[in-house]
């Protein structure tokens, strides 16, 4: 198994410039999520799916939009990218066991948008 | 919006030494997540706890949740090299355990 596969590794965008970020696992996890790691500010959560066609917003949403039409895919779209989105952003799928959700995190897109 | 903070920020300590970090919060988490992330890298699960009060070993490392399951400490015992990395905690905030908020981390250093 690959586990948790994220494309590009490294990406350079112009202000306003739109790129998505891709994202597959191969576990036949429900459940994937996206975070974004900000120096020295932990993980914070974009959006996440707890299945196919079933999509929901995470702490900060705003500029980006995401789509599951299937379990093993969860690509992150950026639209009219800003500075403020200079980050590195994880990937992750889960599954459900014993009353919570075990994350597996892909190694990540470094992203710098100038 | 629920909050985690972890101490300390910054840890340096010597091959051998026993240390706690910890994760602490005003909100009650219905998980909580503890990883290490190695520079590079994405983070890497190493335990959830699920229970208030609940304990869980995984070899030299001992994970605890409060009571309350608001706070959360990792002990590591006799440290090595290898235990250096940036550690996580991460709490469950919908009752499914599938939403989480992550704290800002330690940066644990353990010298030979």
């Known amino acids: 198994n690959a586990g948790v596969t994220q494309t590009p590794k490294f990406r350079i965008l112009k202000i306003g410039q739109s790129m998505t970020l891709q994202c597959a696992q191969d576990?036949?996890?429900?459940?994937m999520y996206w975070y974004r790691q900000d120096p020295g500010m932990g993980l914070k959560l974009i959006y996440y799916?707890?299945?196919?066609?079933?999509?929901d917003k995470g702490e900060v949403p705003n500029g980006y939009n995401v789509s599951r039409s299937t379990t093993e895919d969860f690509p992150l779209r950026l639209e009219l990218a800003a500075p403020s989105q200079t980050s590195v952003y994880f990937c992750?799928?889960?599954?459900?066991?014993?009353?919570?959700?075990?994350?597996?995190f892909g190694p990540g897109t470094r992203l710098t948008v100038l | 919006t629920q909050l985690l903070e972890q101490s300390p920020q910054f840890l340096s300590i010597q091959e051998g030494e026993n240390l706690t970090v910890y994760c602490n919060s005003s909100s009650v988490f219905s998980s909580l997540q503890w990883y290490r992330q190695e520079p590079g890298e994405g983070p890497v699960l190493l335990v959830t706890v699920v229970t208030g009060g609940e304990v869980k070993k995984l070899k030299r490392l001992t994970f605890q949740f409060g009571d309350a399951r608001k706070d959360s400490s990792l002990h590591i015992t006799a440290a090595q090299p290898g235990d250096t990395g940036l550690y996580l905690c991460?709490?469950?905030?919908?009752?499914?355990?599938?939403?989480?908020?992550f704290g800002p981390g330690t940066r644990l250093s353990v010298l030979p």
């Open positions: 799916s707890v299945g196919a066609g079933i999509t």
């Open positions: 991460a709490g469950g905030v919908d009752n499914y355990g599938q939403n989480f908020v």
């Open positions: 576990m036949n996890h429900n459940y």
């Open positions: 992750a799928s889960g599954y459900r066991a014993s009353g919570r959700v075990d994350q597996f």
